[in-house]
């Protein structure tokens, strides 16, 4: 799906990313990023989100939370994360990064809480009062008072299966006081996931209905006099749908694929930020008239419905001599040790060459290794 726009837009990086694999510089099977990419979308990020005065968490698991990932961000004006998990969280610190929100979207476990508070979170989302409880005392016990965020659900709201949970149909009111009275926390704010998701039939972002659902908890707590709630508001996030969330009132954002061109909106129609992410395979031996090429990242973040996936096959980094094949991955029910490439009538994908794949990649959830490059802008690309 996002094949096209990255040769088409950012065909430098293609190029880099092959020739360097041919130099052995990279991989058999990786994930690329072209690190001046994310710091230019970071930048356009950044100063749309400062524009809309909100605060912006950079996430970092879907890239597999590479340090030179995490530098470049903030070279481009981010300062702060959000983890999506505990490995995230020691990324991030490691990284240099502020800590801007743990607990969503996974809860911290019980006995990892007081490495949590540790890191000194802006923010630290529950999703039920034990939670906040566990939240509160690994503060106290840090020396610190937590900022907590709720976890909103009412009926209608949207969620990916295995994702659910949260405050169902309470009053917020009720939900901020109840946390208020915790000895080392304070009622910070509110958050969902997803606010936004990308509609396939109109080809473009729209809030759900939990977005919504957070605007209508808002105006509930601003009546009871909270005048200062953080509405934090992740999901589909790039410079292009910052505006749409200041207007539903939200205070902080999440940008994650956005920091590499890749949300939907990016594979339909041109955005500010340019492809800054690829998967490049080898081809391994043939097999039945097709070509066979490394897995271990052939794992396609699931946001489009099923597609034809295509590679770029070259052996060196002149994109015109690159043929364009259509490629059979294994289902996600399989262990993807290797993808099979169609080879056109008269001919032969050659062992050794490159594999080019664009898709939306979630690093974290794979085997294969996150690479950085540097360099592409100005000419002289290499591995950082």
């Not at 105006?219 to 410079?239: F, I, M, Q, Y």
């Not at 993808?339 to 898709?359: C, E, K, R, W």
């Not at 690479?371 to 690309?381: D, H, L, M, N, Y």
């Amino acid at each position: 799906m996002f094949l096209d726009v990255l040769v088409r837009r950012n065909p430098a990086f293609v190029s880099a990313a092959i020739s360097l694999q041919q130099e052995g510089a990279i991989p058999a099977a990786a994930y690329v990023l072209d690190l001046d990419a994310v710091e230019h979308n970071a930048g356009l990020i950044a100063a749309e989100a400062a524009r809309l005065h909100l605060d912006v968490f950079a996430m970092t698991k879907q890239v597999g939370r590479h340090p030179g990932f995490i530098a470049a961000v903030r070279r481009g004006g981010i300062d702060a994360g959000v983890a999506v998990d505990m490995e995230c969280v020691r990324a991030l610190r490691a990284g240099g990064m502020r800590m801007g929100h743990v607990g969503h979207l996974v809860q911290v476990p019980r006995h990892d809480a007081a490495e949590a508070a540790a890191a000194a979170p802006d923010n630290w989302t529950v999703f039920d009062h034990a939670k906040a409880g566990e939240a509160a005392a690994a503060s106290v016990a840090a020396g610190r008072e937590q900022a907590i965020l709720a976890r909103l659900v009412a009926s209608g709201d949207t969620f990916y299966h295995g994702h659910e949970g949260g405050f169902v149909d309470v009053d917020p009111v009720a939900v901020a006081d109840v946390i208020d009275e915790l000895k080392g926390a304070r009622f910070g704010g509110i958050t969902t996931f997803p606010a936004l998701l990308y509609d396939h039939d109109r080809r473009a972002i729209a809030p759900t209905p939990n977005l919504g659902t957070l605007e209508r908890a808002a105006e509930r707590l601003r009546a009871a006099g909270r005048s200062d709630v953080r509405l934090n508001a992740p999901g589909t996030t790039s410079a292009g749908a910052l505006a749409m969330l200041a207007a539903a009132g939200a205070t902080q954002v999440e940008p994650g694929h956005g920091l590499t061109g890749t949300t939907p909106l990016h594979a339909v129609r041109d955005e500010p930020e340019l492809p800054a992410a690829l998967y490049i395979s080898e081809i391994s031996h043939h097999h039945g008239g097709r070509a066979y090429c490394y897995g271990g990242g052939f794992y396609i973040d699931p946001v489009f419905p099923p597609y034809p996936v295509q590679a770029l096959v070259a052996r060196d980094g002149d994109l015109a001599s690159a043929v364009r094949v259509g490629a059979d991955l294994p289902p996600p029910a399989m262990i993807d040790y290797y993808g099979m490439l169609d080879q056109p009538a008269g001919v032969t994908l050659a062992p050794g060459s490159s594999a080019v794949f664009g898709f939306r990649i979630q690093a974290f959830f794979a085997r294969a290794p996150v690479v950085g490059v540097r360099g592409v802008a100005s000419g002289s690309p290499g591995v950082a």
